[in-house]
């Protein structure tokens, strides 16, 4: 069976005409998040002690990440699919939902076997470590690096994944890949628009989708011409969400397209692309965007 892989953009997609930033989230900030120890001479210190110094950095790492940035892929993490179920990720790092830093270094983590029973589509994700692993001959040391997990579909993913790839199957074998990694985006200016004095605070596990639509370019032909298309959240097209998301969008390759969202509903948003310049002659390709959307 004939390989295929749908090579990444190198670098990451870069945004086109953009919409306003997406409104910053709020995350819950617990009372203990700004304690930290101040140091005296002759200070005993115990294990506890040390960790509430160690999580005031990581907490407020976390916060500023989650407030500055959208989700996504800072460098790296493409995928491969060099032989059979075998999938390659290489290097790279990313921000997760909900602030961490998630990197894949070298080493036998990169590699994930897909499967036979897996779906078609599955999906491929790198999740932040809630339950980090030891590091074997070295005592009271674990690894905090990101995991690979395949799953039958987005949902099944461990919260806040970074989504990679799309992983096509046929006869439960591994077909395809689809490059489904989106670039982390800044929040700034941040844009306080979505904010109510009443609203409570959301959870630091705010629920959001992502992915990529793939637009057919033989109606923008020339400079001004546009075309719409319905976007769903998942195949099922049914709600995703329990209110209505915010979705951000930025269109890969070279050639700029301004972009609009609108019809924002829980379950599809209507995404417009307008022709900034006029595309080589006799052009149709198809035009990716990657989007975001969560509450």
Known sequence: MTKSHTPPSDPL?????KNAPPPAPTPTINADTAYT?????????TAGEMTTAQNYLVNWLQLQNELLYTPGVLSGLSASNPSGNNLSVTTGAGFDGAGHFVILPEGA????TVPST????????????LVPTPVNGMPYTVNMAGALYVANSIDQLPANSILLAQINIVNGGVDSLKD???PVDTRLPANLSSMEPDAAPSSRSAQSRDGVVDISGANLRKQGDSVSQVVYYHAQQTAAFDRIPQVFVTV????????SVSDVRPAQFTLTLTAVLAP???SAETISVNWLAYV
């Open 280 to 282: 080589v002659a006799d």
């Open 109 to 112: 983590g990169t590699t994930i």
């Open 13 to 17: 997609p870069v945004p086109a005409v």
């Open 118 to 129: 897996a779906t078609n589509p599955s999906y491929l994700g790198l999740a932040y470590p």
């Open 180 to 182: 489904l990694r989106t």
């Open 37 to 45: 120890l101040l140091y005296q001479d002759g200070m005993f210190l």
């Open 252 to 259: 890969r390759g070279n050639l700029p397209y301004a972009t």
